[in-house]
């Protein structure tokens, strides 16, 4: 499945993506770069399959962020800038790294 990266209009919600997630966790407020060890570590504790979305803040947390789940074989279903931050949608690998 193709990442969808949509840009929510500023007085609008309706482009939100619609995405089930079986786990949700918001580190907007977490420091760099304790929010990507987070995410990171909240997704291990998913089964293969599961679907994470995120929250986080900034834009060196979010690339940092991609890189890591590229490599550990977990897909970026969707992403959306908000006010509040970066949302992902990420969908749990296998675990085998590349």
């Known amino acids: 499945m193709a990442e969808k990266d949509t840009q929510t209009p500023k007085n609008s919600r309706q482009a939100r993506v619609d995405l089930k997630a079986d786990a949700i966790l918001d580190a907007s407020r977490v420091v760099f770069p304790f929010g990507l060890i987070l995410g990171k570590a909240t997704l291990d504790r998913l089964a293969p399959g599961q679907i994470l979305e995120l ?22 279903l969707a992403r959306e800038a908000q006010r509040e931050g ?11 790294f590349r």
Do not use: F, P, Y
């Open 86 to 96: 970066i949302r992902l949608w990420v969908q749990k690998g296998s675990g085998h």
């Open 55 to 76: 929250l986080i803040m900034g834009r060196e947390t979010c690339n940092n962020l991609l890189i890591i789940l590229a490599r550990s074989g977990d897909q970026v």
